[in-house]
């Protein structure tokens, strides 16, 4: 049990549509990353927030976004959602972003676009 | 970022000790080799990382060469709940890195009794 929890579990969505996750993260963590895993592959980094601000984003599209709350929840937004898009969604916490600090992940979303 | 390579899959007997072997060639004075592994179905849970010296805590012990191009991660006795992928990272700070955790494909360990 990591102290990260990630909502929903399962998510269907069609081609086209929008989605939005949650993760709420572990208690006194102010950074936050989000993580694509698609099947057989390990997890990509998506990108990273930091006391509610994006600073640092991998090889994803705008239609990719985010948002940290004050109380350090976090969203991550999909736009026009396409097959590929289907994945497991990860989310990871950790105090800072400096070296020699643990990420503490959640569960995952697992979404299915058809 | 310093790129790690591991062997796809490893057999381990219940009881005896899991060495998991990575390579980490191009890794840069200042980047720390982490691991994590994952469970079926699981997020990625952390096991261990260090810079230089040797680390161990209650999961594993992590053995890094003195040249730092590569590292061992040893699961003492193993059991069949540590099945899973193991990841071995190199993390890089600085620049449009951020931080992020750069995943490999790892390797998937199995225990057999």
């Known amino acids: 049990e990591t102290g990260v929890t990630q909502s929903p579990t399962h998510l269907i969505k069609t081609r086209g549509q929008q989605v939005t996750l949650r993760c709420s993260s572990q208690s006194g963590h102010n950074t936050v990353s989000w993580y694509q895993q698609a099947l057989g592959q390990g997890p990509q980094f998506i990108f990273q927030?930091?006391?509610?601000?994006?600073?640092g984003r991998g090889n994803f599209p705008p239609r990719f976004s985010g948002l940290q709350f004050p109380n350090y929840s976090s969203e991550l937004n999909v736009n026009a959602l396409e097959l590929d898009d289907s994945a497991l969604y990860l989310c990871?916490?950790?105090?800072?972003?400096?070296?020699?600090?643990?990420?503490?992940f959640g569960q995952g979303t697992r979404l299915t676009v058809v | 970022d310093a790129k790690t390579t591991q062997p796809p899959s490893m057999d381990c007997a219940e009881g005896r000790a899991a060495n998991l072997p990575c390579n980490h060639s191009?890794?840069?004075?200042?980047?720390?080799v982490y691991w994590y592994r994952q469970i079926h179905s699981q997020g990625p849970q952390y096991i261990i990382h260090?810079?230089?010296n040797n680390e161990t805590n209650e999961m594993a012990s992590l053995i890094i060469t003195e040249d730092r191009k590569s590292s061992t991660l040893i699961l003492p006795h193993a059991t069949l709940r540590d099945t899973a992928v193991y990841y071995c990272i190199v993390r890089v700070e600085g620049g449009t890195s951020y931080g992020k955790l750069t995943f490999g494909q790892g390797t998937i360990l199995t225990v057999h009794p």
């Open positions: 927030y930091y006391r509610e601000e994006e600073n």
């Open positions: 260090g810079l230089k």
């Open positions: 990871a916490s950790s105090l800072g972003t400096h070296l020699n600090t643990e990420a503490f």
């Open positions: 191009t890794i840069s004075g200042n980047e720390y």
